[in-house]
């Protein structure tokens, strides 16, 4: 060893989830749905039209991005957001990545809620912040009873919960998500005296939400300490565009200016990304139809006995197998591949196309024999 590796990262693996050449690919939740031609023509013009500008670089501050992400907020959400509330990044681990370089770090704690998205303890190693998780309860909701005890004791300068939440697809109430933001008022961390919490709701998959479902979006006029996260990756069906974003008081987007890498979204992908919003209300219409391919793969887990989580996202969380691993194995045996992922005994599918569904279930069925 010649090179001075940080102590806390030897031995690590890099994260990722397994990418397999395997027929049927059930494992990251992406929309399995590729773009429309019209939206691969319209990407294509706005990157060759940005290209003639490529010696220059980008507009730093992705103002027409923002703004275009604005509109979208409001088509889906009915929340209407300045541009100025709005901020963007090559995917929403690289937002979350920008609150922790600028309200967490040394000395600081980020807390979640367990089982959740394994990438969040990763953020906060990659940040120096300390890490601490609180249980969820038996039904993956939380213990909002333990909330304010628990939150007073460990004084975490950022809550990262995901609703709907991943890997078990629980979504918060309107009263929980309240809930979590009085709990935070006044116990940031100590070396903030008097400050609040930051709450960042990672909606990475806000769209598959059930009717009746509130975005956190309709919090934010009335809670300057919480953050919305939202991405491209999932409903949007742009999981290879890198394009995640924010919505937040203005005040705390400006801070996040400050930790940014400069020109951290390039001229391709602001156009890109852009070109893909204008086809929202057809990416959008999708959803429905994953929204029944969910109802129905929970319908057929049960009707084979298995039990399911109930799931606001585009994935089913479901189980319990003595032996998961070997059911997993099975099922990619017959070129069908799940997560092995969440508390012992489970196991994760996404969404697919409906022959995709049935290919899952098939494979599902023989593995289970
Ligand atoms: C998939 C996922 C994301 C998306 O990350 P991107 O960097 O935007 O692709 C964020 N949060 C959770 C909980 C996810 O499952």
Redesign the pocket.
Known sequence: MTIPYRPALAGLEPYGAPQLDVPVTLN??ENPYSPSEEMIADIAAAVADASRTLNRYPDRDFTALRADLADYLAAESGVRLDPQQVWAA???????LHILLAFAGPGRTVMSFTP??S??VEYARDTFSQWETLPRKDDFSLDLDALPRELARVRPAVILL?SP???TGTALSTHELTAVLEAARGNGPSDAAGSDCLVVI?E??GEFRRDGVPSALELLADHDNLAV??????AFGA?GL???YLGAAQALIDQLRIVRLPYHLSAVTQAAARAALRHSTIQLAQIAALRDGRDMIVQRLHSLGLETAPTD?NFVMFGTFPDRSEIFSRVLERGVLIREVGPAGWLRVSVGTPDENEAFFNALEEAMR
């Open positions: 990251v939740n090559n995917g929403s681990n690289e937002v979350m959740t998205y990438m969040y995901a939440n991943n890997p990672d990475a998959y996260s939202r991405t491209m990756s999932k999981a890198r394009l995640g996202a």
